[in-house]
């Protein structure tokens, strides 16, 4: 069966209601100084604009949050100089431990299947010389710089690499501890049942309380085990209080076919709001009928879903999806690794690839495509939004521009980087 066409503009249609949720409703009070004595931590930043406001102000953060308190004495403070102060944006689906980042170029081979791909992660993974704690770690420490406050990072799980990815990316976050929120995913790449020893690797991870989340990959046309796949990841999300993160390349029935699955076993096991499915290949092809009713199923069980942005074909259908209420986040996917030479793990260019690929140029459309990596990637994490309010989390960057639109075509530099109201980077670099 031919796919319908895709409007590429229809992906984010009725943008302008998402991009309402970076329309300040209100700007935080200026601070001034007092004579009482600061009970926490407290920071003013001063002369910023919230969302590219007219006006500057002075924003006070106390223990992490925004405060509408006077600043105590003793706060700190931090110049802001007129720049625009944003949501620092969180990046919902990220493979930290297959990068090449900060080492030799890797002179990529031809591949035409998941099959190929994962062998040649095999052979990369052999002939790095760093290990994946390093690795990952000068990825994510990349992405803070370039304003990520959070990510949910998937690390293989097969026998060929046994738990290493997923005790890399944990030494990490160690390591990022206060810079950088992140939840790990024990993915099973190279396939659940075809390969022999995985459903162990998973079990032991989740038993270990090594991970936050149980992955899967493409249950019927890469595992060719729809039901046993399902049922085992499943299983060991209910018995492990952990979550479900699958991958779903398929873009036809067999994609619709998983979906339904996945929902069933979601009701089933009441794990409603833990389980994400990304990728969603299948949902850009669907009639708008079939979409909608896919879509009020998914949003009925709170089955979050991400995209990567991969191409017109494939972005999900986000406005769509969101107008039934359901989370949809946008996530870097692979960087520079066996499988493409691209990516840098910044989330502000992504959001850039999405308008790009969407073909948007409306100013609120412009500024749904930031909404979609800042509010969408964190309701998929379960994360608060940053919206400056009173008891919002610190969690911004501050950058030279005019407006959120133009921040989104011209991708300034992240001045500075601030999670839980401390200063993480500057200029690009670790603070």
């Keep these: 069966m031919t796919p319908p066409p895709l409007s590429r503009r229809g992906v984010l249609a009725g943008a302008a209601l998402l991009s309402a949720a970076l329309t300040p409703a209100g700007t935080a009070q200026a601070a001034s100084a007092t004579g009482r004595e600061a009970s926490g931590k407290a920071v003013v930043f001063r002369d910023v604009r919230p969302f590219g406001a007219a006006e500057a102000v002075d924003l006070t953060v106390i223990d992490g949050v925004v405060s509408d308190a006077p600043a105590p004495k003793g706060a700190k403070v931090v110049q802001g100089d007129g720049r625009i102060a944003l949501p620092a944006l969180v990046d919902a ?4 431990d297959k990068t090449s980042w900060g080492g030799s170029w890797v002179s990529r081979k031809p591949a035409h299947s998941i099959a190929e791909f994962t062998e040649q992660d095999v052979e990369l993974f052999k002939a790095q010389k760093r290990p994946v704690g390093e690795r990952a770690y000068g990825l994510m420490a990349h992405a803070v710089t370039r304003g990520t406050r959070a990510m949910r990072a998937h690390a293989d799980v097969a026998p060929a ?13 160690e390591r990022l501890a206060g810079a950088l929120d992140v939840q ?10 075809r390969t022999p020893g995985t459903a162990k690797l998973l079990e032991d991870a989740a038993r270990a309380g090594l991970i936050d989340m149980v992955g899967g990959i493409d249950p019927i046309s890469f595992d060719h085990a729809l039901d046993e796949q399902l049922d085992l990841v499943f299983d060991l999300a209910d018995r492990y209080g952990v979550g479900v993160d699958i ?19 979601t009701r089933a096991l009441s ?45 999900l259908p986000i406005a769509a999806l969101q107008k039934h209420g359901v989370r949809v986040g946008l996530g870097s996917d692979g960087v520079r690794d066996s499988w493409s030479p691209y990516g840098n793990a910044d989330m502000l260019h992504r959001a ?7 073909d948007v140029r409306l100013d609120e459309e412009l500024t749904a495509c930031y909404t979609v990596g800042a509010n969408g990637s964190a ?5 608060p939004h940053v919206d400056f309010k009173p008891g919002s989390p610190a969690d911004f960057v501050l950058v030279r521009g005019e407006c959120v639109p133009q921040i ?9 980087v601030v999670h839980g109201g401390r200063v993480v980077a500057r200029a690009g670099e670790l603070v």
């Design 408 to 416: 989104v075509i011209d991708m300034p530099q992240r001045d500075l």
């Design 271 to 315: 794990l409603r709001g833990k389980v994400t499915v990304s990728h969603v290949f299948c949902l850009p092809y669907l009639s708008k009928g079939d979409l909608d009713t896919m879509a009020a199923d998914l949003a009925e069980q709170d089955i979050a879903l991400t995209t990567v942005a991969p191409g017109e074909n494939t972005v």
């Design 352 to 358: 850039h690839i999405l308008g790009q690929i969407t």
């Design 184 to 193: 790990i995913v024990a993915f099973p790449q190279h396939g659940v049942v």
């Design 379 to 383: 309701d998929v994490l379960g994360l």
């Design 161 to 173: 690499y046994g738990l290493a990815g997923v005790e890399g990316i944990a030494e990490a976050r």
């Design 93 to 96: 689906h990220i493979h930290p």
């Design 247 to 265: 991958h779903l390349h398929d873009r036809d029935e067999r994609g619709t076919t998983v979906l339904r699955g996945i929902i069933q076993r």
